[in-house]
Structure formats: structure tokens, C-alpha cells
């Protein structure tokens, strides 16, 4: 049996729970006995069918095995924290799919989304590190060491990140940035997972290896 243990870094969700269900049984076929880890790239919420199905598996994960299981906040959570302080910003979060997380908790508003599950999202990080890799929702900019980034460009950022083939010393594994073709982006030094599976793409995972930065394959599902 090889025991090298494995990464497998997920792309941006939005609420497509039945294609993240598919997806992890796929990951566990494809890991099998071999140790390894998930990192959640963030975005878990809005537009999809069934963001609260979404937030309940991959919560229940994290809090299961918090040393195996990294979630990340993405934009799209941070919109959703931010709805709750100020009117604009809930309207801002609407606009970008937040009635669809509010119709799949039943809720008529931001106070019917359980408290617990806002803690959660609240807590979550903007960055992950292992010796090989950054794992960040939207990028890093370069010319900024990753743990003295803004985390603000964490969440948000596209250029001058995704033009500008800068080395952060480790490869950068991100979403945030929808491929429409449903493949995954490979750069030099960063590779997107973002393969738009809320707008009839796919949902997918880089798997990662110990040896090395970039990812040895990719798994997807699409909507059948």
C-alpha cells in the first residue's frame, strides 16, 4: 500500500450540495487507505440549489477532524457576515445570490440562518500553508509575503494576481476566478480550482502530493 499521504484542495461549491456529496465519495474511492487531508477553498454559499446542505457537510468535517480538515472563507461568506451590520451590504449580498442561501434554510431573513452556523463562517481563516503550497479563495498580491498579505485581496482579488506569474515561494491553490469550460487554470505558480459548478460547469479537487507544488491529477464531477 503507498502511504504518501495526500491533499485534495476543492473548488468553489456554491451550493451545489448533491455534486459535493459525488465528489467526496470520489475522493474517498480515489485515496483509499492512503492519509489525507481536505482544504476547502471557500465559497460554500449563494446561487446554488442547497447552500445549507453545503455549510452542514463541510462543518460537520471540519468539526469532526479539524487537523484533517481546513475550510477557508471565500467572498461569498464574508458578504454574508457583512449583510448582517449594515443594510448596503445585505443588498450587495442578494444581488449576488444570497436569496437562494436564505430559501434553503427556510429563512426570511438573515435572522433565520442559524447562529451557530454564522459562528462558524466568522471563524474561518482567509489563508492555509503546508511546506509546498498557499491555499487562499481568491489569490495573494504579488510583491507581499503570503502570511503579511491583505485579507481583503485573500477574498477578492483577481488582477494583478492572476497576470502576473509571481513565485510566493510556495504554488498558490485558489478559486474565486470561474472557469467557464470547466477545467481548472495550471500556471507556473498557482493553479485555480474554480471550474464554475453552479453555472453548469464542474465541481473539482487537485490532488496533491508531499513531493511537490502543483497538483499530480484532478478529479470532477458535472451534473448529470
Aim: hydrophobic content about 40%; charged content about 25%.
Amino acid at each position: 500500500m503507498d502511504s504518501t499521504p495526500l491533499t485534495y484542495a476543492i473548488g468553489d461549491i456554491h451550493g451545489c450540495a448533491i455534486l459535493l456529496d459525488r465528489l467526496l465519495d470520489q475522493i474517498a474511492a480515489h485515496a483509499g487507505d492512503r492519509p489525507h487531508k481536505l482544504v476547502f477553498l471557500g465559497d460554500y454559499i449563494d446561487r446554488g440549489p442547497d447552500s445549507a446542505a453545503v455549510l452542514r457537510t463541510v462543518s460537520r468535517l471540519n468539526w469532526a477532524e479539524p487537523d484533517r480538515v481546513t475550510c477557508l472563507m471565500g467572498n461569498h461568506e464574508r458578504m454574508l457576515l457583512d449583510a448582517i451590520q449594515t443594510p448596503s451590504a445585505a443588498a450587495h449580498w442578494m444581488y449576488n445570490g444570497g436569496e437562494a442561501t436564505m430559501d434553503s434554510f427556510g429563512a426570511r431573513d438573515i435572522a433565520g440562518i442559524p447562529r451557530d452556523t454564522l459562528d462558524w463562517i466568522e471563524a474561518l481563516p482567509t489563508l492555509h500553508g503546508d511546506h509546498a503550497r498557499w491555499y487562499v479563495h481568491a489569490g495573494l498580491r504579488p510583491g507581499t509575503e503570503a502570511h503579511a498579505s491583505d485579507p481583503h485581496d485573500r477574498l477578492w482579488i483577481r488582477e494583478p494576481f492572476l497576470e502576473a506569474e509571481h513565485d510566493f515561494g510556495r504554488h498558490v491553490v485558489h478559486g474565486h476566478t470561474p472557469q467557464r469550460s470547466g477545467r481548472p487554470e495550471l500556471c507556473r505558480f498557482r493553479t485555480n480550482l474554480d471550474t464554475a459548478a453552479v453555472y453548469g460547469g464542474a465541481l473539482t479537487a487537485g490532488v496533491f502530493s508531499d513531493a511537490e507544488g502543483p497538483p499530480m491529477e484532478f478529479l470532477q464531477v458535472r451534473a448529470r
